[in-house]
């Protein structure tokens, strides 16, 4: 049941002078899109009458099949806490993409999550996630272009002046909070430059919907600030990365299904059972949690990178870690995800991936307590502790090996995906790199 009516929506958007609106959806990269209307088309596209071209979006259908409707879900209507220099105001709706014959496009992200959350549903599950996402805050030049340069030195948890971004992180916050996110936490992250901003959790459709504002919204105010935000995972050779911790947890009639009091842990066999399966499909859903080149460049050991397959209660080495709360609180915590994933079809993996564990009492290895990072290469063979891939071309190779998670993207996504993945990593493996020239040219 919508929170908007359709009569809702159309009062809002003239009582705040709404002059357009930003119909948006995300392409299988992630990437978010829009078509604007102007406040006169409104109406119709709360109809869903709104049509657009999709041969011209990365990954979604051919030429001759590029009709697409663009259905907009009512409770995603916002404004935006900013205004263009013309006046008025603008607001977004996040739509679903559907066929002409009326059915869900089977290569919009968002219908895949829908899919996963179905399968859940008829399990009795209910699914609640809550992100981490890390950035980075570099200085522009004078061209306006992007540098790696930082705005300061500041390390984990620092104050400024040390933490000049904290004008910006502030500013993104208050919009986030304007916009109706419950932001629980902000700070300066390990690396100069880098910040998080957590934002309290949610059903997972909302927290997908979430997470793609949250990144057009921070990069939109740290322009406002003379800044440019990149959520690429690892910017700065030497320095921590950009992670996006996602904390999962399954509700059944209303109680969360992984707290058991009886338990050691605290954990029902449900929670056991789900861990299990992410663990058993870790490496294939790292192509999806994980889907850029430079991804990879995080997932080394040594910059608290999780990467080895293990969980644990109190070990940040551990992929998967299980916070501290107990009660409606249960929950676990899948550390390798980085923010340059879709979020749709992260979340519907990772639901896929451990409803199979659920459906299959898939059981975890034994909990890993000890320091995966100091640990011998002998001590991980004894433990049975396997790694995630070291870069997207193996980890597309594991996906296409995987059908469970290949079943959670569906036929036209995973084909699309995986040929998108298979050109950028050609592209990369030709490229002369400056660290090749530093290498080699003078030395051969």
Same mark, same amino acid.
């Given at each position: 049941m919508s929170k908007y009516s359709k009569e809702d929506i159309l009062k809002m958007a003239e009582e705040k002078n709404v002059k357009f609106i930003r119909m948006q959806f995300t392409d299988i990269l992630g990437i978010v899109k829009n078509v604007a209307i102007t406040a006169k088309q409104l109406e119709d596209a709360l109809d869903n009458k709104i049509m657009f071209d999709g041969s011209s979006i990365d990954g979604f259908t051919r030429i001759q099949e590029s009709d697409m409707y663009l259905r907009p879900d009512y409770d995603t209507f916002t404004i935006f806490p900013w205004r263009?220099?013309?006046?008025?105001?603008?607001?977004? #709706?996040?739509?679903?993409?559907?066929?002409?014959?009326?059915?869900?496009?089977?290569?919009?992200?968002r219908n895949v999550l829908k899919e996963a959350l179905k399968e859940a549903e008829e399990m009795g599950y209910d699914m609640n996630v809550g992100p981490e996402p890390e950035f980075f805050l570099f200085q522009l030049d004078e061209n306006g272009d992007a540098t790696t340069k930082t705005h300061d030195d500041g390390g984990y948890f620092d104050?400024?002046?040390?933490?000049? *971004?904290?004008?910006?992180?502030?500013?993104?916050?208050?919009? #986030?909070? !304007?916009? *109706?996110?419950?932001?629980?936490?902000?700070?300066? !992250?390990?690396?100069?430059?880098?910040?998080?901003?957590?934002?309290?959790y949610a059903p997972a459709l909302k927290t997908a919907d979430n997470i793609a504002t949250f990144k057009f919204v921070t990069k939109a105010i740290a322009h406002e600030h003379g800044l440019h935000a990149t959520f690429m995972p690892k910017p700065i050779f030497g320095e921590n990365g950009s992670g996006m911790h996602v904390h999962q947890s399954l509700f059944k009639d209303g109680e969360n299904a992984f707290y058991d009091e009886d338990d050691r842990l605290g954990l029902s066999k449900t929670a056991y059972h789900y861990i299990g399966g992410l663990l058993k499909h870790a490496r294939a859903m790292a192509a999806i949690t994980n889907p850029s080149?430079?991804?990879?460049?995080?997932? +080394?050991?040594?910059?608290?990178?999780?990467?080895?397959?293990?969980?644990?209660?109190?070990?940040?080495?551990?992929l998967i870690r299980i916070p501290a709360a107990r009660g409606n609180g249960t929950r676990v915590e899948l550390r390798n995800p980085d923010?340059?994933?879709?979020?749709?079809?992260?979340?519907?993996?990772?639901?896929?991936? $451990?409803?199979? $564990?659920?459906?299959n009492e898939i059981e975890p290895p034994k909990e890993v307590l000890e320091n995966i990072y100091e640990m011998s290469l002998e001590r991980k063979n004894e433990l049975g502790i396997e790694s995630l891939p070291g870069n997207i071309?193996?980890?597309?190779?594991? #996906?296409?090996?995987?059908?469970?998670?290949?079943?959670?993207? $569906?036929?036209?996504?995973? !084909?699309?995906f995986a040929a998108?993945?298979?050109?950028?990593?050609?592209?990369?493996?030709?490229? +002369?790199?400056?660290?090749?020239?530093?290498?080699?040219?003078?030395?051969?």
């Open positions: 263009p220099e013309e006046g008025g105001a603008v607001a977004r #709706l996040i739509c679903d993409v559907y066929t002409p014959d009326g059915k869900p496009f089977s290569g919009g992200p104050l400024g002046p040390i933490d000049k *971004g904290i004008n910006a992180r502030r500013s993104i916050v208050l919009a #986030l909070e !304007e916009m *109706g996110f419950e932001v629980e936490a902000s700070h300066h !992250e390990v690396a100069p430059g880098q910040h998080e901003i957590d934002f309290k080149i430079n991804s990879y460049k995080r997932l +080394v050991p040594g910059y608290e990178a999780p990467v080895y397959l293990s969980w644990s209660s109190a070990n940040r080495s551990a923010p340059t994933a879709n979020p749709y079809l992260a979340i519907a993996v990772m639901l896929k991936a $451990g409803l199979d $564990g659920i459906k071309n193996d980890a597309v190779n594991l #996906l296409l090996e995987d059908e469970v998670i290949k079943s959670a993207l $569906g036929e036209h996504v995973m !084909e699309h998108a993945k298979k050109v950028e990593w050609d592209e990369y493996r030709t490229q +002369v790199s400056q660290w090749e020239l530093d290498s080699y040219l003078t030395k051969f």
